[in-house]
Nanobody, 125 residues
Framework: VQLQASGGGLVQAGESLRLSCKAS????????VGWFRQAPGKEREFVAA????????YYSDSVKGRFTISRDRAKNTVDLQMNSLKSEDTAVYYC???????????????????WGQGTQVTVSS
């Protein structure tokens, strides 16, 4: 499985960005695709995830109401629409795939099997 994340950049607080994760090499079934982020000096943290087969959505409290995760079956992509960005959203964002993951584990980075290379998001205040 190869994951390619794109769409990062430099924006001002209050603006929006849309990240995209394109997957190749796997046909998703009972998998979850998640977005995580890691700021300098901090641990990688869960941002959002979507179950491929039924589109169940999961968000961290810090982004709920501002970020929206979605998938496109035809393109095999998962997007993360980020609105009302804040300086604390600055981080490298990674997309990842968890194969046959149970709901209780969907927010845990160690449960994910495949990772993309990351894309930098910088929000200036």
């Amino acid at each position: 499985v190869q994951l390619q994340a794109s769409g990062g950049g430099l924006v001002q607080a209050g603006e929006s960005l849309r990240l995209s994760c394109k997957a190749s090499g796997r046909t998703f079934s009972n998998d979850a695709v998640g977005w995580f982020r890691q700021a300098p000096g901090k641990e990688r943290e869960f941002v959002a995830a979507i179950r491929w087969h039924d589109s169940s959505l999961y968000y961290s409290d810090s982004v709920k109401g501002r970020f929206t995760i979605s998938r496109d079956r035809a393109k095999n992509t998962v997007d993360l629409q980020m609105n009302s960005l804040k300086s604390e959203d600055t981080a490298v964002y990674y997309c990842a795939v968890a194969v046959r993951v149970i709901t209780s584990s969907i927010r845990h980075a160690r449960r994910y099997d495949y990772w993309g290379q990351g894309t930098q998001v910088t929000v200036s205040s």
